[in-house]
């Protein structure tokens, strides 16, 4: 891993909790976005995002339904605890992708520079915190290879086009198994909009 991108990564993402929400209409709470159909950009088709509003109408998110064939335990081969985690990393988005983030299930922040996403979920920035939640609570959590960020109006730009539905930020949604997910959220999605 390369300190020089995890440090930019720690930096851009330890400001979350200091940073006033976006101003964009619709745009400045956490949510999930579900890819539209007709969105077929390679790596956002077919995705599902959660995503956190920053300052000056940027955002940052993880892609959630993108298992890799990695596990950490082939990432980290001489660190016992990963060696149990079956689950596979997904692949969070493109930007800083050498870097393991973990988002997890719990009423209160596992500590260093955690980032509050929803009532009871966090983002684990620090790679002590994200070791340690590999330690002591895998089962509760979900490990990202990279993010996805947006510039300035740029998140606003794709809803104006019309690329995304959104849905509230929920920890259970965002924890479950990939498979078929997509799929039935977009369905959803596409039978409430249909709904006079």
């Known amino acids: 891993m390369n300190p020089r991108f995890y440090l930019l990564a720690v930096m851009l993402l330890a400001g979350l909790a200091l940073v006033l929400p976006a101003r964009s209409e619709g745009l400045d709470d956490t949510m999930i976005l579900v890819a539209k159909r007709q969105l077929r950009v390679q ?19 993880f892609i959630i339904n993108k298992p890799t064939q990695m596990t950490l335990g082939k990432l980290f081969p001489n660190h016992g605890p990963s060696q149990k985690v079956t689950d596979p990393v997904y692949l969070g988005g493109p930007f800083n992708s050498q870097v393991i983030f973990a988002l997890v299930q719990r009423a209160d922040s596992p500590g260093g520079r955690s980032v509050r996403i ?44 019309g690329l995304w539905y959104t849905l509230d930020a929920r920890s259970e949604l965002v924890l479950r198994k990939a498979d078929g997910l ?15």
């Open 43 to 61: 790596i956002y088709g077919s995705t599902i995002l959660i995503v956190k509003p920053l300052s000056e109408d940027r955002h940052v998110g």
């Open 118 to 161: 929803a009532p009871d979920l966090y983002l684990a920035v620090d790679s002590q915190i994200v070791d340690h939640i590999i330690e002591s609570e895998p089962q509760h959590a979900r490990f990202f290879a990279g993010m996805v960020l947006w510039k300035t109006g740029e998140l606003a730009d794709e809803m104006k086009r």
């Open 182 to 196: 997509w799929e039935e959220l977009v369905g959803r999605s596409e039978r409430k909009a249909n709904t006079i």
